[in-house]
């Protein structure tokens, strides 16, 4: 009975494990529906499946879409596109209700999805990019740091580089690796390199590209990365490599400027290249090679079904079946070479390029292009020769150089090399070779060389001088008969100097292009929110505006202004009695000149120099007569040139033999300053000497302080006062003026028997003291007029 009960309960749990296994495949149900994903019926075109799916990424996002299912989302509205916009997938799904891919996106008989990540039928065997189970095909393209800097970085100046960034146990790098895997086959072919970085194996690698997350798809060019920013689709990822090469790189040719690409041979130094095809957008494998070759070659794109070129395949007979490609030379009317073939290969389309290179006589415009063309004997090579035409770009030398040219292109050797330099943009080189001291231009000059080292040495020697005749080209051809013979007909040695670089006036243009590629990738980050790999440009961004914002608020509250009167500062020690500007502690800054500079104020120069003067600006106006201008200026220079350096003072001087009238007027409105000097003017019968005063006029603020002339004589008791702003001596004798008149008479003939250049001796300390704001100031209702010259007497 145990028996038969044990044997009942394991039937029992056969049969619920197999109920449960079945339920399990019951409830897998079909594939998701595309059609469902997307919104679209069974019968909508592809424009209408492409506009709903770019509406519906942009939506779905990850980095736009933060919930949590948006990733999961993002896949499937992925994969659906994938589907439906392949006619063979569609077609397949239509049918049989499931495509021909090995990892679907629902629940099929290839997989499961559980919790929300994603299991193959080997998920037990862990096939995430272990170590053990690497995908071989990605371990081929696996880059290292040293490897990225040395060979990937200079190798991008020639052809772009496509980066998958990935790490072990990264589910989503499951999804995009078989659409990775046919962008790689087919971008590989067309020559862009392919790269994969671990970022488990390479974190330096990564955090230098700037990749943070995984998985992550880049492009490099030129030594630039830039990031990729859509869904994972074949046609995206194509665009994108089509994206990163630079603009301008190929030229639309028609029956309108064809004669205008052709002609610029000449001046680019270059062959031109026209590919004629029948498809309206250049392929992307001539715009690969086009890169790759874009310091030799100049390319143009033919579209034969435009009516504008019919002109074009007729002149070069063009067969409108398979895609023809001509390459010109000198000879813009018959091209140098040609090549036909319904399938350009890479390989193919490479030789050709590398077999015409150059021009057939090609100008050495830099040490390149030397180097190139002439290069450095091998031991274990056949010996090279140049021939080289010294010549000019004038007029007068075409005939010869047209001359050089035809017995270029009869003569042509796989020994030697035909090339011509301009004299005048080569001297250095030209002048070691013709072995000449004048550097005056001199009349052209055929010269075979050989180059022995890269530091410069060369074997070489003059043939002849060169007009073009046939008896020049019979010489010529002479001596490269003998050089086959007997090499050491080189019998002069040198060392050449580097040669100039006659394009590197381009380099602005080139700058100017490097800028525009570089704000539109900004523009394209910002418009994807990539703010962590925003973050150095934004911060350098910010600091700048931040240090600028800095400087201007800083300056701003530094500028000095009359409007806030500073405190006196106490003074240390007493100053000298003479005056002297050297005991100055208040100047606020040293002079910037070794002179001062003094305008006259006159009627021209009145409204800029006074009236029109910026806030916080003084002038500081010496008043002086025709006799005593000369020494007079020399003394106020000297006391004024230590308050040179301050920015907001200004010096000019008056003529008061010409400006009589506007002075008495000023000082009318200065009425506590002629308080001061009330009976100077002895009932009309003495007229008032103004030489030696120091008027500093406030503009703005209409505002004057006034300094007078100070007698140093012996007796100090009858020293003259500064105007109530000299010392608090004159300050006290100012204030008495009114109960002791005789002083006042006995002050002005001393004022009158002082000499001349002591007049100023004080101005140094009145300085001083304007500089603190201590000075009384006379308030000027409106500034006279300074139009009207007193007339001579």
Same mark, same amino acid.
């Given at each position: 009975?145990?028996?038969?009960?044990?044997?009942?309960?394991?039937?029992?749990?056969?049969?619920?494990?197999?109920?449960?296994?079945?339920?399990?495949?019951?409830?897998?149900?079909? *594939?998701?529906?595309?059609?469902?994903?997307?919104?679209?019926?069974?019968?909508?075109?592809?424009?209408?499946?492409?506009?709903?799916?770019?509406?519906?990424?942009?939506?779905?996002?990850?980095?736009?879409?933060?919930?949590?299912?948006?990733?999961?989302? =993002?896949? +499937?509205?992925?994969?659906?596109?994938?589907?439906?916009?392949?006619?063979?997938?569609?077609?397949?799904?239509?049918?049989?209700?499931? #495509?021909?891919?090995?990892?679907?996106?629902?629940?099929?008989? &290839?997989?499961?999805?559980?919790?929300?990540?994603?299991?193959?039928?080997?998920?037990?065997? =862990?096939?995430?990019?272990?170590?053990?189970?690497?995908?071989?095909?990605?371990?081929?393209?696996?880059?290292?740091?040293?490897?990225?800097?040395?060979?990937?970085?200079?190798?991008?100046?020639?052809?772009? &580089?496509?980066?998958?960034?990935?790490?072990?146990?990264?589910?989503?790098?499951?999804?995009?690796?078989?659409?990775?895997?046919?962008?790689?086959?087919?971008? *590989?072919?067309?020559?862009?390199?392919?790269?994969?970085?671990?970022?488990?194996?390479?974190?330096?690698?990564?955090?230098?590209?700037?990749?943070?997350?995984?998985?992550?798809?880049?492009?490099?060019?030129?030594?630039?990365?830039?990031?990729?920013?859509?869904?994972?689709?074949?046609?995206?990822?194509?665009?994108?490599?089509?994206?990163?090469?630079?603009?301008?790189?190929? *030229?639309?040719?028609?029956?309108?400027?064809?004669?205008?690409?052709?002609?610029?041979?000449?001046?680019?130094?270059?062959?031109?290249?026209?590919? =004629?095809?029948?498809?309206?957008?250049?392929? !992307?494998?001539?715009?690969?090679?086009?890169?790759?070759? /874009?310091?030799?070659?100049?390319?143009?794109?033919?579209?034969?079904?435009?009516?504008?070129?019919?002109?074009?395949?007729?002149?070069?007979?063009?067969?409108?079946?398979?895609?023809?490609?001509?390459?010109?030379?000198?000879?813009?009317? +018959?091209?140098?070479?040609?090549?036909?073939?319904?399938?350009? /290969?890479?390989?193919?389309?490479?030789?050709? @390029?590398?077999?015409?290179?150059?021009?057939?006589?090609?100008?050495?415009?830099?040490?390149?292009?030397?180097?190139?063309?002439?290069?450095?004997?091998?031991?274990?090579?056949?010996?090279?020769?140049?021939?080289?035409?010294?010549?000019?770009?004038?007029?007068?030398?075409?005939?010869?150089?047209?001359?050089?040219?035809?017995?270029?292109?009869?003569?042509?050797?796989?020994?030697?090399?035909?090339?011509?330099?301009?004299?005048?943009?080569?001297?250095?080189?030209?002048?070691?070779? %013709?072995?000449?001291?004048?550097?005056?231009?001199?009349?052209?000059?055929?010269?075979?060389?050989?180059?022995?080292?890269?530091?410069?040495?060369?074997?070489?020697?003059?043939?002849?001088?060169?007009?073009?005749?046939?008896?020049?080209?019979?010489?010529?051809? *002479?001596?490269?008969?003998?050089?086959?013979?007997?090499?050491?007909?080189?019998?002069?040695?040198?060392?050449?100097?580097?040669?100039?670089?006659?394009?590197?006036?381009?380099?602005?243009?080139?700058?100017?292009?490097?800028?525009?590629?570089?704000?539109?990738?900004?523009?394209?980050?910002?418009?994807?929110?990539?703010?962590?790999? @925003? %973050?150095?440009?934004?911060?350098?961004?910010?600091?700048?505006?931040?240090?600028?914002?800095? #400087?201007?608020?800083?300056?701003? =509250?530094?500028?000095?202004?009359?409007?806030?009167?500073?405190?006196?500062?106490?003074?240390?020690?007493?100053?000298?009695?003479?005056?002297?500007?050297?005991?100055?502690?208040?100047?606020?800054?040293?002079?910037?000149?070794?002179?001062?500079?003094?305008?006259?104020?006159?009627?021209?120069?009145? @409204?800029?120099?006074?009236?029109?003067?910026?806030?916080?600006? %003084?002038?500081?106006?010496?008043?002086?007569?025709?006799?005593?201008?000369?020494?007079?200026?020399? /003394?106020?220079? /000297?006391?004024?040139?230590?308050?040179?350096?301050?920015?907001?003072?200004?010096?000019?001087?008056?003529?008061?033999?010409?400006?009589?009238?506007? @002075?008495?007027?000023?000082?009318?409105?200065?009425?506590?300053?002629?308080?001061?000097?009330?009976?100077?003017?002895?009932?009309?019968?003495?007229? %008032?000497?103004?030489?030696?005063?120091?008027?500093? !006029?406030?503009?703005?603020?209409?505002?004057?302080?006034?300094?007078?002339?100070?007698? #140093?004589?012996?007796?100090?008791?009858?020293?003259?006062?500064?105007?109530?702003?000299?010392?608090?001596?004159?300050?006290?004798?100012?204030?008495?003026?009114?109960?002791?008149?005789?002083?006042?008479?006995?002050?002005?003939?001393?004022?009158?028997?002082?000499?001349?250049?002591?007049?100023?001796?004080?101005?140094?300390?009145?300085?001083?003291?304007?500089?603190?704001?201590?000075?009384?100031?006379?308030?000027?209702?409106?500034?006279?007029?300074?139009?009207?010259? #007193?007339?001579?007497?």
């Amino acid at each position: 009975v145990m028996a038969v009960s044990t044997m009942c309960l394991s039937l029992a749990a056969v049969v619920v494990l197999l109920s449960v296994l079945l339920t399990g495949s019951a409830d897998a149900g079909p *594939e998701v529906d595309p059609y469902q994903i997307l919104g679209v019926t069974r019968t909508a075109s592809q424009a209408e499946i492409k506009k709903v799916y770019k509406r519906l990424a942009k939506e779905w996002h990850p980095d736009k879409n933060k919930s949590p299912g948006a990733e999961d989302m =993002f896949i +499937k509205i992925t994969k659906s596109y994938e589907i439906l916009s392949n006619e063979d997938k569609r077609a397949n799904y239509d049918r049989y209700g499931q #495509t021909d891919d090995t990892q679907p996106y629902g629940s099929g008989r &290839y997989g499961h999805r559980h919790d929300s990540f994603y299991f193959d039928e080997s998920f037990f065997n =862990f096939p995430f990019n272990s170590k053990n189970h690497r995908d071989f095909a990605d371990s081929k393209y696996t880059l290292h740091f040293n490897q990225y800097v040395n060979d990937v970085v200079p190798d991008s100046y020639k052809r772009p &580089y496509l980066i998958k960034i990935t790490s072990d146990w990264c589910f989503s790098c499951i999804h995009i690796e078989p659409v990775w895997k046919e962008v790689v086959q087919e971008m *590989e072919s067309l020559g862009v390199g392919i790269g994969v970085v671990d970022v488990g194996y390479e974190r330096r690698l990564a955090n230098h590209l700037g990749a943070h997350r995984t998985p992550s798809i880049l492009g490099v060019i030129n030594g630039k990365v830039t990031f990729f920013h859509y869904a994972v689709a074949k046609e995206h990822l194509r665009q994108f490599v089509e994206d990163l090469l630079p603009q301008r790189l190929v *030229e639309r040719v028609t029956d309108k400027n064809d004669q205008q690409f052709l002609n610029s041979w000449h001046e680019l130094n270059k062959p031109h290249v026209l590919l =004629f095809d029948q498809v309206p957008a250049v392929p !992307l494998l001539y715009k690969l090679t086009a890169f790759a070759y /874009k310091d030799y070659l100049q390319f143009g794109y033919v579209d034969q079904g435009l009516s504008e070129t019919a002109n074009l395949q007729k002149q070069f007979n063009i067969n409108t079946y398979a895609p023809t490609m001509l390459v010109f030379k000198e000879n813009i009317d +018959k091209p140098a070479d040609i090549i036909q073939a319904k399938g350009l /290969k890479k390989q193919i389309i490479d030789e050709f @390029m590398s077999n015409n290179k150059f021009l057939l006589a090609p100008r050495l415009v830099n040490q390149k292009l030397f180097d190139e063309l002439c290069p450095v004997k091998q031991f274990h090579r056949r010996r090279k020769y140049c021939v080289l035409l010294i010549t000019g770009d004038e007029e007068t030398f075409t005939f010869g150089n047209q001359a050089f040219l035809s017995f270029a292109s009869t003569n042509t050797k796989e020994v030697v090399r035909f090339a011509y330099v301009y004299q005048r943009l080569q001297q250095p080189l030209c002048d070691i070779l %013709m072995q000449s001291k004048d550097s005056a231009q001199s009349s052209p000059q055929v010269v075979i060389l050989e180059r022995r080292n890269t530091a410069g040495k060369v074997f070489f020697k003059p043939v002849t001088a060169w007009n073009g005749s046939e008896e020049d080209k019979q010489q010529l051809l *002479e001596e490269l008969e003998r050089l086959q013979k007997d090499p050491s007909i080189l019998v002069h040695d040198a060392m050449l100097p580097e040669l100039n670089n006659e394009f590197a006036s381009m380099f602005i243009i080139r700058w100017i292009y490097a800028s525009y590629d570089y704000l539109s990738e900004v523009i394209d980050d910002i418009l994807h929110n990539n703010w962590r790999e @925003m %973050m150095p440009l934004l911060s350098l961004i910010f600091s700048a505006l931040f240090i600028l914002f800095g #400087t201007v608020v800083i300056q701003a =509250f530094s500028d000095s202004s009359e409007d806030k009167q500073t405190k006196p500062k106490a003074k240390d020690g007493t100053k000298a009695e003479n005056g002297s500007s050297g005991t100055s502690g208040t100047s606020s800054r040293p002079p910037k000149k070794s002179f001062v500079e003094v305008t006259e104020l006159t009627d021209i120069t009145y @409204m800029s120099n006074l009236v029109k003067l910026r806030p916080g600006h %003084m002038n500081i106006v010496l008043v002086l007569s025709d006799a005593s201008k000369n020494i007079l200026l020399s /003394k106020f220079a /000297k006391e004024v040139y230590s308050f040179t350096g301050s920015l907001t003072l200004h010096f000019s001087f008056l003529n008061i033999d010409k400006h009589i009238e506007w @002075m008495n007027t000023l000082l009318e409105y200065a009425q506590d300053a002629m308080q001061i000097d009330a009976d100077e003017d002895d009932g009309g019968n003495h007229k %008032m000497d103004y030489t030696g005063y120091v008027l500093a !006029l406030n503009g703005h603020k209409k505002y004057l302080c006034l300094f007078k002339p100070v007698y #140093t004589g012996e007796d100090l008791d009858t020293k003259s006062s500064e105007d109530e702003g000299g010392t608090s001596g004159g300050r006290s004798r100012s204030s008495s003026r009114d109960d002791h008149p005789p002083r006042k008479s006995n002050r002005s003939r001393n004022i009158s028997t002082l000499q001349i250049h002591h007049k100023l001796d004080r101005l140094g300390l009145w300085m001083e003291r304007l500089m603190e704001g201590t000075l009384p100031r006379y308030y000027i209702p409106a500034w006279p007029g300074l139009a009207k010259i #007193t007339p001579s007497k």
